[in-house]
């Protein structure tokens, strides 16, 4: 279920992307899941037009989002694109396959610490009912690095459905 889930908010990410759009607040709360396991992603109001002159709705050196699902590059201030929403895809994925996020809620300073500087507990050490195959795909969306993540949401998407159909 959590592969499905994920799989259908990287198809809405993918269609975004597509649209030059970056949503930049992807987390639990703007997920929806209907009654009939159809996903919708909410709330674009911080969404940001990738190929647009940069649009000024804060001021430098501000954080736009929610830290705890923030890419390392969005917690330092840094160029987003839409690997930035993969990341926080990841993060929700993980959550999903493990019932916990990566590490505690904490303040932002040490939200961005960690981000930066700690590695990640592999979701398969939390939940005994995830493979070293899903481990690998959401680890991969986790990377610090944003050029070791899934190129766009489109392939994350594939290798979210292979995942799943490989449960099957």
Known sequence: EALAIAAQVAA????????GIV????KPENV???????VKVLDFGIAKLAHAA???????????GTPLYMAPEQLSGQRVDARTDIYALGLIGYELLTGHVPFEPATTAEILARAVRDDLELPSLRSGSV????????????QRDPERRFEDAASLRDALALAFAQLS
């Open 131 to 142: 493979s070293r195959a899903t481990d690998a795909l959401i680890m991969r969306c986790l």
């Open 54 to 64: 940069e649009l000024r709705i804060t001021r430098s050196g501000e954080l736009i």
């Open 12 to 19: 809405a990410l993918a269609a975004a992307h597509d649209a």
């Open 23 to 26: 949503h930049r607040d992807i």
């Open 32 to 38: 929806m899941v209907r009654p009939d396991a159809y």
